[in-house]
């Protein structure tokens, strides 16, 4: 961590100590709750108090934090849910290989403090455009608190690893290859969600592809005009000519 010390334009006393917070939260799986480590409040001006990053409100609030920087609020993403839809791909569809075999991890709650861990790093940088907002998403971190543009280059600096991946939390620590592809994946499970309608399938929205069931209008296909899947799609409906022919040669 060495290598950050200095770097901030800042010359506030509170930011000596940032980096050992950062590793204090990213060790919080191995802490029981009653010791999680507690910044004073005269230490650092972010609200860690509330950084329990465990916590379902505060990967909700993360991930809502980057689904509203993706795809304006007026075209309605939030209240479409998607942020659940990351959060509950993160969960089922990513697959790690362990010790003996591949397995399913769940990773959306280290997947919100790796996106917390990158905002901390611009907020060292010195480089925000603007203030931090902890009052449109209370129960999130640093990344929910930054301003759209700030979120934008907090992502940026994952995809492009310019971050600590040491202080990182498992399985993303020192594994540029995931933190890459995850990232890559985030953006399009927005898009995934946000134009296949997975809000409108209601109650079934939450459970796998074959028990999928559409309850609700579709908002968005109604909004683009798009008519919805056709079953006969998969089927062939037959050829755009009725005779072939061969030219002599």
Known sequence: MD??????????????????????????????????????????????????????????????????????????ALDLRIDDYIIWALDHYVSIQGEWAVKTAHISSQTARVLDISAYHLIVSGKMKGPLDFSTYPDGGPFAALFPDDRLEAIRLLENLQVDLEVLPGPYRNNAGLIQNVVTALHQMVMFGYYSEWFSLGSTRLAYPEDHRYERQPLVWKSLDYPGPSLGYKALRGFLFEKFSEEEK
Request: aromatic share 12%; no cysteine; proline share 9%.
């Open 3 to 76: 290598q950050f010390e200095g770097k901030s334009d800042s010359k506030q006393p509170y930011w000596e100590d940032f980096f050992d917070q950062i590793k204090n939260i990213t060790m919080i799986d191995h802490v029981p709750p009653e010791k999680y480590p507690m910044a004073a409040s005269t230490s650092v001006h972010l609200p860690f108090q509330m950084m329990n990053t465990a916590s379902i409100p505060h990967t909700k609030a993360t991930f809502m934090a980057f689904v509203d920087v993706m795809i304006p609020s007026t075209l309605g």
